[in-house]
Nanobody, 127 residues
Framework: QVQLVESGGGSVQAGGSLRLSCAAS????????MGWFRQAPGKEREAVAG????????YYADSVKGRFTISQDNAKNTVYLQMNSLKPEDTGLYYC????????????????????WGQGTQVTVSS
């Protein structure tokens, strides 16, 4: 089992920044790939960014490229999501997820590929 705890959400104005953290504990060998997802009210959960925790390769949704950065601190078993130039459409509940699978570029964004999920942290961007 893996426990994932997100933190760092909040309310900001458009153009602002936030940094989300996801701390993993338990069987962290199940964190081969980790991803950040978000879900806005009335919408499906969508992938935002992912990382191969072994090789360091990162992946981003087109909507956040150039604005968001995913990174990791292996010593702390923590993954971060630095979000800059935030827009109102970035508003949503942000989830961290992990899997032991080696997903690669084709599958990193699939919600069905991840086995463990955190409870989420709310991000609200006002215009």
């Amino acid at each position: 089992q893996v426990q994932l705890v997100e933190s760092g959400g909040g309310s900001v104005q458009a153009g602002g920044s936030l940094r989300l953290s996801c701390a993993a504990s338990g069987d962290t060998y199940n964190c081969n790939y980790m991803g950040w997802f978000r879900q806005a009210p009335g919408k499906e959960r969508e992938a935002v960014a992912g990382i191969d925790t072994g090789g360091g390769t990162t992946y981003y949704a087109d909507s956040v490229k150039g604005r968001f950065t995913i990174s990791q601190d292996n010593a702390k078993n923590t993954v971060y999501l630095q979000m800059n130039s935030l827009k109102p459409e970035d508003t949503g509940l942000y989830y961290c997820a992990s899997t032991a699978r080696n997903l690669g570029g084709l599958y990193w964004a699939g919600t069905e590929e991840y086995d463990y999920w955190g409870q989420g942290t709310q991000v609200t961007v006002s215009s």
